[in-house]
Structures are given as structure tokens and as C-alpha cells.
């Protein structure tokens, strides 16, 4: 079964089938047709995730985010993140990387992420006479440090499939966040200084942050506001979802007084069609997954792996690079219900903490967002910038050695995630 469903999803994402429909075509033809699986029970198998409680925190997640990210609050961030380090070398490139990461506290979506900043910051980047493809670059990069600063989209979909905490891989994400987010400024800066990139010529006194600080608070909150509610037993994920819902409303009705019915309705239909999107993905991969399992393809391979390269040093090694070769093919979180399963047998017949390897494929994963062939926020940074291709990858090397070095820590240096 296992090996008619490689060949027939691979045929299928040649003639340029969406992923879920592929998906769904392969373990469906490979159930059905070899397994001998009634197609009534196969249809019940792609329903069966869809009935998850926790994901219900997926599309309450991304609604507050779209609340939060289309008004007021999406300047009042800019303007925050310009006072505080727009004055310095490659100053715009670092307001890039500090608004990704406070609107990752927001959105919990790089896709969403990269939109919404890239058509602000790219355009504003060029005609401040920033190269064009650098632009990009940075948006690219910086936009997947919302998969781990809580509410990570990836990181849900990882405990759905590891029966790990959500607030504990919230709780997780944040440093290796933090860090991505300080590796990608330097770059930023380093590259202002070395290419002389024009700087903002500003007078910002310590009032002036403070004010900016002030009025971007709701936002900075907002990620807080999620752990604290989460690692107190206060409320389940789903619940603090539906109360970022809330959230999002009040502060759009009543501290920015922005929100009007288009918004509200725009925000709705955008976070309809994106948890469809996601949650095809889910239902199709239960299915995948029951193709696995009933083949016990994740024992085989953590055995095989246990057997041929003894090394736990050598299999978390074999892991990262099995992740980044598929994270360049497929979306994050398709890759992470496919793997999960196979690699969450691995992790538990080495000793790997579970939560420590959420975080290391939610780091190595993001890599292939902005990675040739099929990087979603490379191409979207490549689309707002009329940039080739080509040339934002050439811009995005010492990102990719940040990255690296952050999952080289992630991935062999425990304490940096579990405190």
C-alpha cells in the first residue's frame, strides 16, 4: 500500500494537484484498491480529524489574527518597530524582522504574515533605496518566526499528532523564536553596514518609545496574554482561541475604534478559505497515516535507524536533513502530518524529548517556506517585490546560515527550549 501511495502521490503533485487532493487520491486509491478497505470506512477516516476539539483553536486563532493585522494596529506596529531600530544600519530590513515577530504574536501564520507585511514594508524598502531582492529576502525569512511564537499555527498541528501540550510547545517556541529574531537583525544591520544601505534620518527620544510602545501594547500583549492563560490551567487552547477572538474584537471596537463591518466580513471569508485549506490537509493525512500505520512503516524506520546508525547524534542528523529536503516540496503543515507519526516513533526509540522535537521540526520546516522550489512566503515576497526569484535567493544565504545555526541549537542543545 505504502508504495503505491508514494508513486501515485508523486504522479499527482507532478500534474500540479493541490497537495490535499493529492493526498486524499493516493491513500484513497492505495486503501481502497490494495489495503481492501471499504470506501465508506475510507471516507469516515478523512472526516475523523476533522471532529478535534484542540484544532477548533485553528480557525479562532487566524480570525483574531485578521481582526488584528488589517486596521490601526498594523501601523501602530510599523510605527513601533521604525522608532526602535529603524535609525540604525539596515535599519528597514530590522523593522522587517521585529514586526514579523510581534505579528507573529498575532496572525500564527507565516503566510499571512508575509502578505500583510511584505505590501507595507517591501514597497516602502525601495523607495528608501534598499535593493529590491533584499527586501524580499528579509520579509521571506523573518515572516516564519510566527510558527513559533505562540499562537503558532505548526505547532497545534504538531500536538494534534504527538498527543504533546500545546502550552507547553508554545511555551517552547518562544526562545528559538527570540533567537531567529535576533540572527536576522544582525544580518539586517551587517548588511547595511557593509553595502551602505541608506539610514532613516530620526531624532527618537525615549518619550517617543515609550509613546509607540504604549499604543503597540495590545499586539505585544498578545502572546503573553496566550501563555500565561495556557501554562496557568486558566483555559484549553480552544478556549483561549475563541478569547484572542474577543481580544481582537474589543481592541479593534474600543482601543482603535477601526473595526467595521467590511473588515469584520473580509476577516471571516479570509479565515474561511484558510482553514479549509488546512484543514483538507488534516483530513487527507489521518488517512495517509492509517496507510502507515497499518504497514507499520514509522516502527520499521525508527528501527532501521536505530540499527544502521546507532548514534542518536547521527539520527536527529538523518531527521533534519530528511526535513529539509521535503520542506522545499511541500507546505509546512503537510509536511508535519506526514512526518509527525514516522518521526514522533524515531524521537521515542532514541529518547527524544517529544516537545524538543515539535520545536526542531517547526524550525526546520519554516525553512522550506523560503526555499526554492515551492517557498509560499518566498514567493509571495518575490510577487510584491516584482523581484526574480533568483535574485531573493541569492539575498537570503546568511539568513539561511541563521536559521541553520538556530537548529543546530535546537537540535542538540536541550536547554534552549526546555526551561
Not at 486509491?29 to 465508506?40: H, K, N
Not at 547595511?192 to 503597540?216: E, N, P, S
Amino acid at each position: 500500500m505504502t508504495l503505491m501511495m508514494i508513486l501515485v502521490f508523486g504522479a499527482s503533485l507532478a500534474l500540479a494537484l493541490p497537495v490535499g487532493y493529492a493526498l486524499i487520491v493516493s491513500s484513497g486509491l492505495a486503501a481502497i484498491t490494495v489495503g481492501g478497505m471499504p470506501s465508506v470506512a475510507a471516507v469516515v477516516k478523512i472526516f475523523q480529524p476533522t471532529q478535534s476539539f484542540p484544532l477548533l483553536a485553528i480557525p479562532f486563532f487566524m480570525l483574531s489574527g485578521s481582526l488584528m493585522m488589517g486596521g490601526e494596529l498594523g501601523r501602530r506596529l510599523i510605527n513601533f518597530a521604525t522608532l526602535l531600530v529603524g535609525r540604525f544600519h539596515g535599519g528597514l530590513g530590522q523593522v522587517t524582522v521585529v514586526g514579523s515577530t510581534v505579528f507573529g504574536g498575532v496572525s500564527g501564520s507565516a503566510v499571512a504574515e508575509a502578505s500583510a507585511l511584505g505590501s507595507m514594508l517591501i514597497p516602502w524598502q525601495k523607495r528608501e533605496g534598499y535593493p529590491g531582492a533584499f527586501a524580499a529576502a528579509a520579509t521571506a525569512s523573518s515572516s516564519v518566526i510566527a510558527g513559533l511564537i505562540p499562537p503558532s499555527i505548526p505547532l497545534i498541528l504538531y500536538a494534534a499528532v504527538s498527543n504533546e501540550s500545546i502550552a507547553s510547545l508554545f511555551l517552547a517556541g518562544v526562545v528559538p523564536g527570540l533567537l531567529l529574531c535576533g540572527g536576522f537583525m544582525l544580518t539586517c544591520y551587517l548588511s547595511g553596514r557593509l553595502r551602505g544601505f541608506k539610514r532613516l534620518a530620526q531624532t527618537v527620544t525615549l518619550r517617543d518609545i515609550l509613546r509607540a510602545t504604549l499604543t503597540a501594547t495590545p499586539a505585544l500583549a498578545m502572546p503573553a496574554f496566550i501563555v500565561v492563560l495556557l501554562r496557568a490551567g486558566i483555559a484549553t487552547p480552544t478556549e483561549v482561541s475563541v478569547l484572542a477572538v474577543f481580544y481582537g474584537l474589543m481592541v479593534g471596537l474600543f482601543v482603535y475604534r477601526d473595526l467595521t463591518w467590511r473588515r469584520f466580513y473580509d476577516a471571516l471569508v479570509h479565515t474561511s478559505i484558510t482553514t479549509g485549506v488546512v484543514m483538507l490537509v488534516i483530513a487527507a493525512s489521518n488517512l495517509v497515516g492509517f496507510v502507515l500505520t497499518v504497514e507499520s512503516v514509522p516502527t520499521a524506520v525508527a528501527n532501521w535507524a536505530l540499527i544502521t546508525l546507532e548514534s542518536p547524534i547521527l539520527i536527529i542528523l538523518m531527521m533534519n536533513i530528511i526535513m529539509i529536503v521535503v520542506g522545499m516540496f511541500l507546505d509546512l503543515p503537510a509536511a508535519i502530518l506526514l512526518l509527525g507519526p514516522t518521526f514522533v516513533a524515531i524521537g521515542n526509540a532514541i529518547g527524544l524529548d517529544l516537545i524538543q522535537l515539535g520545536i526542531m521540526m517547526a524550525v526546520n520546516l519554516s525553512l522550506g517556506l523560503f526555499t526554492p522550489p515551492v517557498g509560499t512566503t518566498l514567493f509571495i515576497a518575490a510577487a510584491i517585490s516584482q523581484e526574480r526569484v533568483g535574485a531573493i535567493a541569492k539575498e537570503l544565504w546568511p539568513f539561511y546560515l541563521v536559521a541553520l545555526i538556530v537548529l543546530g541549537l535546537v537540535s542538540y542543545v536541550p536547554a534552549t527550549i526546555l526551561y
